[in-house]
C-alpha cells in the first residue's frame, strides 16, 4: 500500500473515530439554543483542535505520551464507550427508530435502546480484535457509508429551518470552555495516538480535519427533523460502532497486567450495562425528553472539565505538575469544586458562571500548582526544585 494511500486512510480512521456521539448531537444542540454561530463554536476548535495533534506531536512525542498517561488515556476510551451505551438509548428515547415492525406514530419501546447499545458493544468487541493494518480500511468504509447516508438525505434541511438568532452573550461566555474542551481532549484519545504513530505523514490529520467537517454538516443537515430517517439511523449506528471497537481495540492493544484500568472484555461489558439504564432516570420526570438532554449535557462533564483540566495540569503546555497522589488528590478537589459551576452554566443557563473555573485552571496551572510543586519538592531535597524532565 502506498504512502499516499495509507496517509488518507489513517486520516479516515481519525474522522470516524471522532464522529461519535458528541459530534452526532452536541451541534443540534447548539443549533437549537445559539443558531448557526452555535455550530461554528462548537465546529471551529473541534476540527482544528483534533487537526493540530498531528502537527503538534511527533511519532516519537505520541509515544512518549501515550507511555507516561496511558492510564488517563485508557480512562478516556472507558468513558467514550460508556457514553455510547447512553447515547444509543438516549435516541431511542429522543425519536422513533426506523426499524420493522415499529409503528412511527408510537414511542420506541423501552428494551430497543438497550438491545442496540448491547448489539453496539459486541460488534465493537469482535472488531477489536482486527490486525492493525485493517484499521484504515475500516475507517474509511464507516466514513463512506456516513458519507452516501448524507448524499441520500440531501442537503436541503440545511436551509429549510430558521433557527434563533437570540443567545450571543451566553454563546460568548461559553465559547472558552468549548474552546477548552476540544484543544486539549485529543491528547487524550488513544485512536488518534494510534493514527499519529502509524501514519505515514501529519497530513493524514489534514485530511481528517476535512473529512470530519463534512460529518459535522451532516448533523447540522439532520438537526430539525423530527422522524429519525433510515439513513440518518444508519449512520448514527455505523459510527457508533466503529468508535466503540476502536477504542475497545486500544484498550486491548495497550492492556498489560500493569494497566489501569482493567482492560477484561468482562468488566467492560459490566460498566456498559451499568451505563445503559442511566438515560430511564429521565423517565421519572414530567419531561423525559429535556431530562434526557440533560443528562446527556452532564456526561459532557468528563469532555469540558475532568479530560482538558488533566492534559493542562499533568501534560502541559506549561510546567506540568507531577503525577503524585497529593497531586491527584488536589485535581479531584479541583474538580469537585468546578463540576456544579458547570452544571449551572452548561444546565441552567448560567454560562457566564463558566469563565470561573476556566480562569480558575489556567491560573492555577501557570501558578498555583507550579508554586506548591516548587515549595514541596524543596522541603523534601532541602533546596531548590529541580527543573522537570
Request: hydrophobic share 55%.
Amino acid at each position: 500500500m502506498s504512502d499516499l494511500i495509507r496517509t488518507i486512510g489513517w486520516g479516515l480512521y481519525c474522522a470516524s473515530s471522532w464522529t461519535w456521539c458528541i459530534g452526532m448531537f452536541l451541534p443540534i444542540i447548539m443549533l437549537d439554543r445559539y443558531g448557526w454561530p452555535g455550530l461554528l463554536v462548537f465546529a471551529a476548535p473541534n476540527v482544528l483542535g483534533c487537526a493540530a495533534l498531528g502537527y503538534v506531536l511527533t511519532r516519537d512525542a505520541s509515544l512518549g505520551m501515550v507511555r507516561r498517561h496511558l492510564a488517563a488515556m485508557r480512562w478516556f476510551s472507558v468513558v467514550t464507550i460508556a457514553y455510547h451505551m447512553f447515547f444509543i438509548p438516549f435516541l431511542a428515547m429522543r425519536w422513533t427508530l426506523p426499524l420493522p415492525g415499529l409503528d412511527a406514530s408510537l414511542p420506541t419501546p423501552d428494551w430497543i435502546g438497550p438491545a442496540l447499545a448491547l448489539g453496539i458493544f459486541g460488534v465493537g468487541l469482535a472488531l477489536s480484535r482486527a490486525p492493525q493494518r485493517a484499521w484504515p480500511w475500516l475507517g474509511a468504509g464507516a466514513w463512506l457509508m456516513s458519507l452516501g447516508a448524507f448524499l441520500w438525505f440531501g442537503v436541503d434541511e440545511l436551509g429549510a429551518r430558521t433557527w434563533p438568532t437570540h443567545g450571543g452573550e451566553a454563546l460568548l461566555w461559553l465559547a472558552p470552555t468549548v474552546i477548552f474542551g476540544f484543544l486539549l481532549c485529543p491528547y487524550l484519545d488513544l485512536t488518534f495516538h494510534r493514527a499519529r504513530q502509524a501514519a505515514p505523514s501529519r497530513h493524514a490529520f489534514g485530511i481528517f480535519g476535512a473529512t470530519f467537517a463534512v460529518m459535522l454538516l451532516f448533523t447540522a443537515a439532520y438537526a430539525g427533523v423530527i422522524s429519525l430517517p433510515g439513513v440518518v439511523f444508519t449512520h448514527l449506528l455505523v459510527q457508533s460502532t466503529f468508535t466503540v471497537g476502536a477504542h475497545l481495540r486500544e484498550l486491548r492493544a495497550t492492556g498489560d497486567e500493569h494497566a489501569a484500568p482493567a482492560v477484561s472484555p468482562t468488566a467492560l461489558a459490566l460498566l456498559a450495562v451499568l451505563a445503559i439504564p442511566v438515560v430511564f432516570i429521565a423517565r421519572v420526570f414530567d419531561d423525559p425528553g429535556r431530562a434526557g438532554i440533560d443528562l446527556y449535557l452532564r456526561m459532557l462533564v468528563f469532555y469540558g472539565l475532568v479530560f482538558p483540566a488533566y492534559v493542562l495540569l499533568f501534560i502541559g503546555p506549561w510546567r506540568r505538575l507531577r503525577r503524585r497522589r497529593h497531586t491527584y488528590a488536589r485535581f479531584a478537589m479541583i474538580i469537585l469544586v468546578c463540576a456544579p459551576v458547570y452544571e449551572l452554566g452548561f444546565i441552567h443557563g448560567t454560562t457566564w458562571l463558566l469563565a470561573g473555573p476556566l480562569a480558575f485552571l489556567l491560573l492555577y496551572a501557570t501558578y498555583g500548582g507550579l508554586n506548591r510543586e516548587r515549595a514541596a519538592e524543596s522541603s523534601s531535597t532541602g533546596g531548590p526544585a529541580a527543573p522537570h524532565a
